[in-house]
């Protein structure tokens, strides 16, 4: 893995923007950024619309390793450019920014025969980490284990091919027993960390935690390179207030990063619209 990526993950200042929305989310995410479903023909044309949005956030000169840490890619975003350059060799080379890609299916993950391969072609293409997300919908303790193993076993799998793990046991914000879910969550977790050796670091992603600073004892644990959140469906806003109030936690937000940006919007307006977000996330995350 990359030491000086590694450094600044564990160090720097800023977030992580997500930007991997996937096959069924990427017609959401265009809609609300202004690209209606008749607008495109086939799913070809609807990633090159998600792609063409991708590129310009990251071309934008609001998006500098400056606020922006990191940045989770969906895999045909990695397999694609940006003005001219792979899209991770552009994040870091020209923005500063850490590349991480996202490897999960959804839900409990589907299993991943070919994710050797996979992250051979990350660590190629100059990827620092992957992001691999699951879901956890009720405070069910055998189900929050089979999850959390699950993390692990992938993690271990990304760290033998030198890469970092971003884990994510998503907590549902409408699990009708969310803060228990969250203390079984957080007690697998820190079991898993005890059957990491010193040389493997892991990151977690989390969802916000009912209880402030809930997640402190990950924070600090000294296998961790940095615990970020998800907004998980609360409004920017929402998020950020509920970010503040858990000191070491920074933020990987997807929609709440991008909420307010237009296809429509000139580049001046655009660029602006980015920056308040990117600011607002940004001081979330310093608190």
Known sequence: MNAEQLEKARSGAGFIAALDQSGGSTPKA?????????????EEEMFDAMHAMRSRIIESSAFTGERILGAILFEMTMD??????????????????????????????????DLDALLARGVAKGIFGTKERSVINDANEKGVNAIAAQQFE???QVLAGGLVPILEPEVNIKAPNKAEAEGQLKAA???????????????????????????????????????????????????????????????????????????QQSDDEFDQTLDTSIEQIFQASKS
């Not at 004892?217 to 806003?237: I, W």
Request: aromatic share 8%; hydrophobic share 40%.
């Open 30 to 42: 265009l809609a609300m950024y202004g690209v209606q479903e008749n607008e495109y023909n086939g």
């Open 189 to 263: 977790l820190l079991a898993g960390l005890d059957d990491l050796s010193d040389d493997q670091p892991v990151m977690f992603k989390l969802t916000l935690p009912e209880e402030d600073g809930f997640y402190s004892e990950l924070v600090n644990h000294p296998k961790v390179v940095r615990v970020v959140a998800l907004s998980g469906g609360y409004s920017r806003d929402e998020a950020c207030a509920r970010l503040a109030r858990n000191p070491g936690v920074i933020a990987s937000f997807s929609r709440a990063l991008t909420e307010g940006l237009s296809a």
């Open 154 to 156: 992938v993690g271990k």
């Open 80 to 113: 694609r450019q940006v003005a001219g350059m792979d899209t991770a060799d552009y994040l870091w080379s020209k923005k500063g920014v850490i590349p991480f890609l996202k490897i999960d299916k959804v839900q409990l993950m589907k299993p991943m025969p």
